[in-house]
């Protein structure tokens, strides 16, 4: 689905990717964890076709990256709905040409848990909802990969839970790619298949592991714990200065 060769990207002088390769399969969960500034957010937003200034390649189902396109859903941290829409507004927002049926945003909202604030405006939503907003408008156009850029990490512990599994119910149904950066650790493991640790200086893939736990995961099963352990100490190791 998702192909990065020797991905690299500088601003200015610094250099923020250094060569990042890695590839995501149809259907497949990754997540991306790392040092804060090891480029995460850089990685996304260029796969999403937001920024085009980098060497390497990057391509989707085998095009490509250019531009922006409804094949790539993104949902970011803040909301950023639009404040003078309504919510179903919002979630129509996404899809470019042809505007979808008011039934099919009905669906979507309620799908979210939003059936019942299609005329509410952002200001009148909880932060759990509005993000709830955001995921139903990114998911509006049918994208074939969802990338996710610390998409929890503002909310509390039990609506965080709560929106792992409503992302995972709402993607899996459709065999969607899902490409997660965050710092939760729990996170990470709890949704994907594969969790990436990046470093910094050079920004690399500094470790793989493969969480081949069944769904619905335990955080508190064992085998969770172990993996847990395992990423970070990856993560521990990398912020810690090596003695010279
Ligand atoms: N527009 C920009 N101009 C200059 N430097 C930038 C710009 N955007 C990001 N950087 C730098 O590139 C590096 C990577 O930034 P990025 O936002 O990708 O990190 P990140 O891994 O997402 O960090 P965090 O975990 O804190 O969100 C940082 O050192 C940052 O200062
Ligand atoms: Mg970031």
């Known amino acids: 689905m998702l192909q ?6 500088r601003y200015g002088d610094f250099a923020a990717l250094a060569g990042v390769t890695l590839s995501v399969a149809p259907g497949e969960i990754v997540s991306l964890v790392g040092p804060s500034g090891c480029g995460k957010s850089t990685l996304l937003r260029i796969v999403a076709g937001l920024d085009r200034g980098f060497t390497g390649s990057v391509t989707l189902a085998g095009r490509p990256v250019t531009s922006p396109s409804p094949e790539v859903g993104v949902v970011f941290q ?3 709905l639009m404040p003078w ?8 927002f996404g899809v470019e040409g042809l505007a979808p049926s008011a039934t099919k945003v009905a669906d979507a909202a309620r799908q979210v848990g939003l059936g019942d604030f299609l005329t509410a405006y952002p200001r009148q939503l909880s932060g759990g909802m509005a993000q709830r907003c955001a995921i139903a408008r990114a998911l509006m156009p049918k994208p074939g990969i969802l990338l996710l850029d610390e998409p929890f990490s503002a909310l509390d512990a039990f609506t965080r839970m709560n929106l792992q599994d409503l992302v995972l119910r709402l993607t899996q149904q459709d065999g969607v790619t899902l490409l997660l950066v965050t710092h939760d650790v729990d996170e990470a493991l709890y949704l994907s298949d594969r969790v990436l640790v990046l470093g ?7 470790e793989e592991v493969t ?4 769904h619905p995961r335990d955080r508190r099963d064992g085998r969770f714990a172990a993996l847990r352990t395992r990423v970070l100490t990856t993560l521990i190791d990398l912020q810690t200065p090596t003695a010279s």
């Not at 309504?86 to 979630?91: G, P, R």
């Open 85 to 92: 829409l309504t919510v179903a507004e919002n979630i129509a």
């Open 200 to 206: 910094c200086a050079p920004s690399q893939v500094q």
């Open 78 to 80: 803040e909301p950023r």
């Open 211 to 214: 969480v081949d736990l069944p």
């Open 4 to 9: 990065i060769k020797a991905l690299g990207k």
